[in-house]
């Protein structure tokens, strides 16, 4: 890959342990890791391929924790448009039973388009039905297309409606086919290695839609491999009264008997824990991906990060479903984390100054889970900051811009408070994804065209 001499960034935002952020700041890359980072006067004068950032803010990639990449397929889909979880999903499982591989190969390469024109650098996708002969594979495959890191999820749905569970029949799968299909893909495709590209996550899809025996199965076939666990938790009440009526517990305390509970184990949602459960996360380092945009379109609540953050639980960003965010767009996450973080405190007591209540969550808070808290979610330490060693996974953005107007004075205040922009360049492992505001290896009118088109087919039979 040669080397690549990142220099005179405006402002360099590292993330690292000391927080540094450099002016006239640079990176000195060799073969897809900084080797370097520091004022651009101290680094090499040439390498292979030199990016000049006057003028723009340079911060780590930022990292998704969980995602549908699917659903941008039935955005604002009317029927489900005013739902809450239960009645949302009710509605749009049947649309979703029509998707065909091409229908996951084509979304895919609009969410990680989306994702990196907003700075992502890593994403985490959760599929969990494979209707008409879809696979995994072809949400891998057309990934590599993009240029962005995959923790791919083989999920699944086994527990239908016949059986007590929520989804139709029509898109739950055979156990024992889930769990070789499984095996398969992780020998396959998973690589553990630092830098990579490439992993596969175990992640039944929930406790009203698996059974208890496919969680307990799920969970060993994942630790026998050594890689991640992945599930949706403690989203709404709906699922606490599901949990309390089935297995007489709540879902937190479900989770723990089926062996769910681990650092190699992280939830989305978590909205609906409390501080008990809020304990057992971090005695245990179970992640969560908090998912505000989400969370609010369905109603389902604000999750206790703050209090999460405090206790010492990872914490990372997800920006969920697109047809339960309408969007792909990571650093308008950041900014819905860090407001509605604001929300809770005040609902607890900020805004009447009460000392009990939790501090206001700050930009650079909101801008950590998405980078530094992300990598520690997926259990890496090779991505989340911009230090030697580590991959050369960032972004840029130009700072002299109509929506930063006026905001200036802390530029990576302006990158949170401020409008969510389109970033002008997005490199992953030193390859450019996103070149001057474009992308690299797709045609983004031609995407967004074929992708209606098998939208279009998705919503006009159903």
């Given at each position: 890959?040669?080397?690549?001499?990142?220099?005179?960034?405006?402002?360099?935002?590292?993330?690292?342990?000391?927080?540094?952020?450099?002016?006239?700041?640079?990176?000195?890359?060799?073969?897809?890791?900084?080797?370097?980072?520091?004022?651009?006067?101290?680094?090499?004068?040439?390498?292979?391929?030199?990016?000049?950032?006057?003028?723009?803010?340079?911060?780590?990639?930022?990292?998704?924790?969980?995602?549908?990449?699917?659903?941008?397929?039935?955005?604002?889909?009317?029927?489900?448009?005013?739902?809450?979880?239960?009645?949302?999903?009710?509605?749009?499982?049947?649309?979703?039973?029509?998707?065909?591989?091409?229908?996951?190969?084509?979304?895919?390469?609009?969410?990680?388009?989306?994702?990196?024109?907003?700075?992502?650098?890593?994403?985490?996708?959760?599929?969990?039905?494979?209707?008409?002969?879809?696979?995994?594979?072809?949400?891998?495959?057309?990934?590599?297309?993009?240029?962005?890191?995959?923790?791919?999820?083989?999920?699944?749905?086994?527990?239908?409606?016949?059986?007590?569970?929520?989804?139709?029949?029509?898109?739950?799968?055979?156990?024992?086919?889930?769990?070789?299909?499984?095996?398969?893909?992780?020998?396959?495709?998973?690589?553990?290695?630092?830098?990579?590209?490439?992993?596969?996550?175990?992640?039944?899809?929930?406790?009203?839609?698996?059974?208890?025996?496919?969680?307990?199965?799920?969970?060993?076939?994942?630790?026998?491999?050594?890689?991640?666990?992945?599930?949706?938790?403690?989203?709404?009440?709906?699922?606490?009264?599901?949990?309390?009526?089935?297995?007489?517990?709540?879902?937190?305390?479900?989770?723990?008997?089926?062996?769910?509970?681990?650092?190699?184990?992280?939830?989305?949602?978590?909205?609906?824990?409390?501080?008990?459960?809020?304990?057992?996360?971090?005695?245990?380092?179970?992640?969560?991906?908090?998912?505000?945009?989400?969370?609010?379109?369905?109603?389902?609540?604000?999750?206790?990060?703050?209090?999460?953050?405090?206790?010492?639980?990872?914490?990372?960003?997800?920006?969920?479903?697109?047809?339960?965010?309408?969007?792909?767009?990571?650093?308008?996450?950041?900014?819905?984390?860090?407001?509605v973080a604001r929300v809770r405190a005040g609902l607890l007591g900020a805004s009447r100054s009460d000392p009990n209540a939790p501090a206001l969550m700050t930009a650079r808070q909101a801008l950590e889970l998405a980078t530094?808290?992300?990598?520690?979610?997926?259990?890496?330490?090779?991505?989340?900051?911009?230090?030697?060693?580590?991959?050369?996974?960032?972004?840029?953005?130009?700072?002299?811009?109509?929506?930063?107007?006026?905001?200036?004075?802390?530029?990576?205040?302006?990158?949170?408070?401020?409008?969510?922009?389109?970033?002008?360049?997005?490199?992953?492992?030193?390859?450019?994804?996103?070149?001057?505001?474009?992308?690299?290896?797709?045609?983004?009118?031609?995407?967004?065209?074929?992708?209606?088109?098998?939208?279009?087919?998705?919503?006009?039979?159903?």
């Open positions: 890959m040669g080397t690549l001499l990142v220099r005179h960034a405006s402002l360099l935002v590292t993330m690292d342990d000391e927080g540094r952020e450099i002016p006239d700041g640079g990176l000195f890359i060799r073969d897809g890791f900084i080797e370097q980072v520091g004022p651009t006067s101290q680094l090499p004068p040439t390498a292979d391929e030199i990016l000049d950032l006057d003028g723009y803010l340079v911060a780590p990639g930022l990292i998704n924790t969980h995602h549908h990449f699917y659903q941008t397929l039935t955005r604002v889909v009317p029927g489900a448009q005013n739902a809450n979880l239960f009645q949302w999903l009710k509605t749009l499982y049947p649309i979703w039973a029509r998707m065909t591989p091409e229908h996951i190969r084509v979304s895919t390469q609009l969410a990680l388009a989306e994702l990196a024109l907003s700075g992502c650098t890593t994403a985490f996708d959760h599929l969990y039905l494979f209707p008409n002969g879809s696979r995994l594979d072809d949400e891998i495959e057309a990934a590599q297309t993009v240029g962005l890191r995959l923790h791919a999820s083989r999920g699944s749905m086994s527990l239908g409606e016949s059986k007590g569970g929520l989804p139709p029949d029509s898109v739950v799968e055979d156990e024992d086919f889930i769990l070789r299909d499984t095996q398969r893909l992780i020998e396959t495709y998973h690589d553990p290695n630092p830098g990579s590209f490439l992993q596969i996550v175990v992640a039944p899809c929930s406790p009203f839609s698996v059974t208890p025996d496919l969680m307990k199965e799920a969970a060993a076939l994942a630790r026998s491999y050594g890689v991640r666990l992945h599930t949706h938790l403690a989203e709404t009440e709906d699922e606490e009264v599901y949990c309390q009526e089935r297995f007489g517990m709540r879902p937190v305390a479900y989770m723990e008997t089926l062996g769910w509970i681990g650092p190699d184990v992280w939830f989305a949602h978590s909205v609906h824990v409390n501080p008990a459960e809020i304990a057992l996360y971090a005695r245990h380092q179970v992640g969560v991906a908090h998912c505000p945009t989400s969370n609010m379109r369905l109603a389902s609540g604000i999750a206790p990060i703050a209090e999460m953050l405090t206790a010492g639980v990872p914490v990372g960003l997800g920006v969920d479903g697109s047809a339960s965010n309408d969007s792909s767009h990571m650093l308008a996450e950041v900014r819905q984390a860090m407001l530094r808290g992300g990598a520690r979610v997926l259990g890496r330490s090779d991505i989340g900051s911009l230090e030697p060693g580590k991959a050369a996974d960032f972004f840029a953005v130009r700072l002299e811009r109509l929506e930063y107007a006026g905001a200036l004075h802390d530029p990576v205040a302006a990158l949170v408070f401020c409008s969510p922009v389109r970033v002008d360049y997005t490199v992953v492992g030193g390859r450019m994804v996103v070149r001057e505001g474009k992308l690299v290896s797709l045609d983004e009118a031609s995407l967004v065209r074929r992708h209606n088109q098998l939208a279009r087919q998705l919503i006009d039979n159903s």
